[in-house]
């Protein structure tokens, strides 16, 4: 079974300053790995997603993650936030043949001024 | 934005009452879900479809039931609300394959009373 740990629950930072929310995931089997945003009042968006291949991936507003089998870690970073980018930041996992997405607890980017 | 309607959007009911929550769809895709978003626990996995009439238990699936008759439609039913049902419920589509993103309707704010 696939599980996923966020284990910051709540990421205050000034606009313009860098961030990574951390996710951590455990499975016996191939991952593909994912980071949804949601806005408030609203469901959640795709951000980016990691298949397979280059194990940096990037979304079009300046998010980036990292894969790393060995610390079973991927992290999203952005080097310069935005007061748009406040929102709930969910780092999910699927595997095997029924396309189960497991998410994270969530960790909500706060972006003050 | 991908097609998914969930119905009603918001909806009050009493401890006991039975409730159905409806999940509608125009992708065609073969995988629907159903996932409850509470504080602190991110989005749980309550039931899910592979295709019509196949479906199986997530992890908190107690209390819940559904029914997938047509593709496109996939109802979730609590069968006797309780309180601890008061929840943020989402439905999520995906077509499978190398293609796993899953796209997610508005959700439904359930209160139990």
């Known amino acids: 079974a696939q599980s996923v740990t966020q284990l910051d629950s709540q990421v205050p930072v000034f606009e313009e300053a860098p961030v990574e929310l951390r996710c951590n995931y455990s499975s016996s089997v191939s991952v593909y790995l994912f980071w949804y945003v949601q806005y408030p009042n609203q469901g959640l968006q795709l951000l980016l997603k990691y298949l397979s291949g280059s194990t940096l991936v990037e979304s079009i507003n300046g998010f980036e993650a990292e894969f790393n089998k060995s610390q079973t870690s991927f992290h999203l970073r952005k080097p310069s936030v935005h007061i748009s980018d406040t929102a709930e930041y969910f780092c999910?996992?699927?595997?095997?043949?029924?396309?189960?997405?497991?998410f994270g607890t969530g960790t909500l980017l706060a972006v003050q001024p | 934005d991908a097609g998914i309607t969930q119905s009603p959007r918001h909806k009050v009911t009493e401890t006991g009452t039975p409730v159905t929550l409806r999940c509608h769809q125009t992708e065609n895709h073969r995988y629907m879900y159903w996932y409850r978003q509470d504080p602190g626990h991110g989005l749980r996995l309550i039931h899910y479809s592979y295709g019509v009439k196949d479906t199986d238990k997530g992890e908190v699936s107690d209390g819940y039931s559904v029914s997938r008759s047509k593709t496109e439609d996939f109802l979730l039913t609590l069968e006797s609300a309780t309180s601890s049902q008061t929840s943020v419920y989402f439905c999520?589509?995906?077509?499978?394959?190398?293609?796993?993103?899953?796209?997610f309707g508005q959700g439904t704010r359930l209160t139990v009373v």
């Open positions: 999520a589509i995906s077509d499978g394959g190398m293609n796993t993103e899953a796209f």
């Open positions: 999910a996992v699927e595997g095997g043949a029924t396309n189960k997405l497991i």
